[in-house]
């Protein structure tokens, strides 16, 4: 029971959530890395607060109403383990928001650090890109990013599950983008047309057996389809490789993500001369492979 009557101004409310989202060990990663993030972020949402500006604010008072709003938000993230972007159906990518629900998996993809100034070295500059293909949409964050960069391309977004991809449409509309954006459901290339791309991106599921049984609470409200591939979390990645060739132009490439998952692909695939991508906090998450070397590594 969270003690409302005793909690008087912000940060009171501050102060106590971080407390009890260290008792009670939450586990982090959906957007916060920790639980002064989480709890600052929860409170400004829940207040209708700029999610920047937190100082000017701490010692404010919150009326009964704000004080039952974010003592029922808070209860749920601990009692419930319901990860904060489901809680306020809010996740973001940089400066780009997005409508998630427990439909998708929360966005969290590196693959939105590298575009489209990474990839050039790869792709060329971002004029010259006509054609995307993002695979495993979810909820069309990185097919939306895609648009963003690439301004005079033509998007795919391609995912197996309907549900995934009636967020992903919220979202595309949100952004304005349906008419350069087309959202297709998938089993991986199945279905997509008999059509090559400049690009293929993917933050396919990569997440093994194992640690599938050690995910925390938090983790397992998310679409379990979105996370497990196989024994060895390959099984997306195996088909990726094997059928991007006849879907990529001539010097085109793929671009993956298989979060901890390095040393597995690079045991399964010893011919593929895989580039890994540092991103700002993580550097052998996501590799670049062009068409030409995916054909020669067969």
């Known amino acids: 029971m969270i003690p409302s009557n005793e909690l008087i101004t912000l940060r009171d409310w501050l102060r106590y959530a971080v407390s009890r989202f260290g008792e009670t060990q939450l586990a982090f990663g959906h957007g916060s890395t920790e639980a002064y993030d989480e709890a600052a972020y929860l409170l400004l949402h829940a207040l209708h607060l700029p999610l920047d500006r937190l100082e000017p604010f701490l010692d404010a008072r919150l009326t009964e109403n704000e004080r039952e709003r974010v003592g029922v938000l808070f209860s749920r993230r601990i009692d419930e383990r319901i990860p904060a972007a489901y809680l306020t159906h809010e996740a973001w990518l940089g400066d780009f928001r997005f409508y998630v629900d427990e439909r998708v998996i929360i966005p969290r993809s590196y693959i939105a650090e590298f575009l489209p100034g990474t990839l050039e070295p790869f792709v060329g500059p971002a004029d010259g890109i006509a054609t995307a293909l993002d695979m495993c949409t979810g909820s069309g964050c990185l097919a939306i990013l895609l648009a963003h960069a690439y301004e005079r391309a033509d998007i795919d977004a391609v995912d197996i599950s ?107 695939f010893p011919r593929l001369p895989l580039t890994w991508l540092a991103a700002a906090q993580k550097d052998d998450g996501v590799f670049v492979v062009t068409r030409e070397e995916l054909v020669a590594g067969r």
Not at 200 to 208: A, F, Q, R
Request: charged share 25%.
């Open 162 to 268: 309907s549900d995934a991809l009636a967020v992903a449409q919220r979202n595309v509309s949100d952004y304005g983008l349906a008419a350069r954006i087309n959202l297709i459901r998938s089993d991986l290339f199945e279905n997509v047309p008999n059509k090559s791309y400049d690009l293929i991106i993917c933050n396919p599921p990569y997440v093994d057996l194992r640690a599938m049984e050690e995910l925390p609470a938090e983790y397992r409200h998310e679409p379990e389809l979105a996370l497990a591939s196989g024994d060895d979390g390959l099984d997306a990645v195996r088909v990726l490789l094997k059928e991007a060739p006849r879907f990529l132009n001539h010097g085109a490439c793929l671009v993956v993500e298989v979060g901890h998952q390095r040393a597995a692909v690079e045991s399964a």
